[in-house]
């Protein structure tokens, strides 16, 4: 049983960065995948970053390609992501997801090949 809760959500400008974390809690796996959800208002919730244990492993949506970047320290339980040169179609509330049976790496973009999920941070940017 994994529990997982977001944090570092708020409102910023158009171009600004913003990080947000997600402590992790519970029974994990080395084999452990962690990714990033988010959601807008009206619309599906869309893969936007995952990462395996080592954090050697990851995966970026298109649309935030270059302009975010995931990370983990398993010390600390906690993942991380950093979003930089924010736009306006950012806005969203984002959502952490753990796979903690993941026996393998691979490309995890859709909601039902995670197991926990967290509670969301709002993220708004402005113009």
């Known amino acids: 049983q994994v529990q997982l809760v977001e944090s570092g959500g708020g409102l910023v400008q158009a171009g600004g960065s913003l990080r947000l974390s997600c402590a992790a809690s519970?029974?994990?796996?080395?084999?452990?995948?962690m990714g990033w959800f988010r959601q807008a208002p009206g619309k599906e919730r869309e893969f936007v970053a995952a990462?395996?244990?080592?954090?050697?492993?990851?995966d970026y949506a298109s649309s935030v390609k270059g302009r975010f970047t995931i990370s983990r320290d398993n010390a600390k339980n906690t993942v991380y992501l950093q979003m930089n040169s924010l736009k306006l179609e950012d806005t969203a509330v984002y959502y952490c997801?753990?796979?903690?049976?993941?026996?393998?790496?691979?490309?995890?973009?859709?909601?039902?090949?995670?197991?926990?999920w967290g509670q969301g941070t709002q993220v708004t940017v402005s113009s």
């Open positions: 997801a753990a796979d903690p049976s993941a026996s393998s790496w691979y490309s995890r973009r859709y909601p039902p090949e995670y197991n926990y």
């Open positions: 990462i395996n244990w080592s954090g050697f492993n990851t």
């Open positions: 519970g029974r994990t796996f080395s084999s452990e995948v």
